[in-house]
């Protein structure tokens, strides 16, 4: 019997137009360099981005530090009576590339749209940083953005992570650190299409092997970059693994 064809939909003209004129695909013999130079051309323009009190740091947290942040605040935070949510919020780009500026109003988006105190995190990147480089960074901000909520004018008891592709992957992981090492107290966790397995015999791995953005030579980069040993099993890594433990398994 034929396997019945899976419709899909065309992509928007509009963003059809944008992938023509910026294409993203590449491969690890391209190079990190290449990826990150694509990313840094698209750009919003400035007048379109809401307008937001903003403040740079370097923060500290242990052992670790010189970690850049951006912290937003929502517009009218000056009038809000009493402690506003925080939002830790990690960017996407294949733990390869991305940084505070390329997803700059990504994190006024959600500023705005939660009405939050966001707090976007600049972790080190891979292949120069490898895993676990990355997930310490991110892990630190979320206990230094826990310990100093209050000086931010942030509640921390309402505090959430959040993030896109890789970033979810990173907002997930910080979910199972807070839970495995009593807190700090999360509310909420916004997760972007996040990366979470690294099983490429899935369907939408396979149906997907040759898609206009993220393709299968993308795919392969960013793991040999950012896990160039890869363990399945470290949840640190990829936060939903296989149920070969009972520990790894969801509750019945």
């Known amino acids: 019997m034929t396997e019945p064809t899976i419709a899909r939909p065309d992509i928007d003209p509009t963003f059809k137009t ?11 013999a391209d190079g990190v360099e290449v990826a990150r130079s694509r990313l840094r051309l698209l750009k919003v323009p400035p007048e379109m981005l809401p307008d937001l009190r903003i403040e740079d740091r370097t923060i500290r947290h242990g052992e670790i530090g010189d970690i ?3 912290i937003y605040w929502p517009a009218g935070d000056d009038e809000v009576d009493g402690p506003m949510p925080v939002i830790v919020f990690y960017h996407g780009g294949g733990f390869a590339f991305g940084d505070l500026d390329t997803h700059d109003p990504v994190a006024r988006a959600h500023a705005v749209g939660a009405e939050a105190i966001v707090v976007s995190v600049d972790y080190r990147l891979a292949p120069e940083h490898p895993f676990p480089a990355g997930v310490d ?3 630190a901000a979320l206990q230094w953005v826990a310990e100093n909520a209050e000086e931010l004018g942030g509640d921390p008891n309402r505090i959430a992570v959040a993030g896109d592709s890789a970033g979810g992957n ?5 979910a199972h650190l807070a839970r495995d090492n009593d807190g700090p107290a999360l509310r909420f966790q916004l997760l972007w299409y ?3 397995t690294a099983d490429l015999s899935l369907p939408s791995y ?11 030579d993308v795919i392969d ?10 363990d399945t099993t470290d ?3 990829l936060p939903t693994p296989s149920c070969s433990t009972p520990r790894a398994c969801p509750p019945n």
Do not use: I
């Not at 149906?207 to 299968?216: I, K, R, T, V, Y």
């Not at 980069?221 to 890869?230: D, I, K, N, Q, V």
């Open 194 to 196: 996040p990366s979470v």
């Open 206 to 216: 396979t149906e997907n092997a040759f898609a206009p953005m993220l393709d299968g």
């Open 137 to 139: 960074d991110c892990w």
């Open 170 to 174: 990173l907002a997930a992981v910080m």
């Open 68 to 70: 850049p942040v951006r």
């Open 221 to 230: 980069a960013f793991l040999s970059w950012y896990l160039p040993e890869l």
């Open 18 to 28: 944008l992938l023509d004129a910026f294409p993203m695909t590449f491969s690890a």
């Open 235 to 237: 949840p640190k890594a």
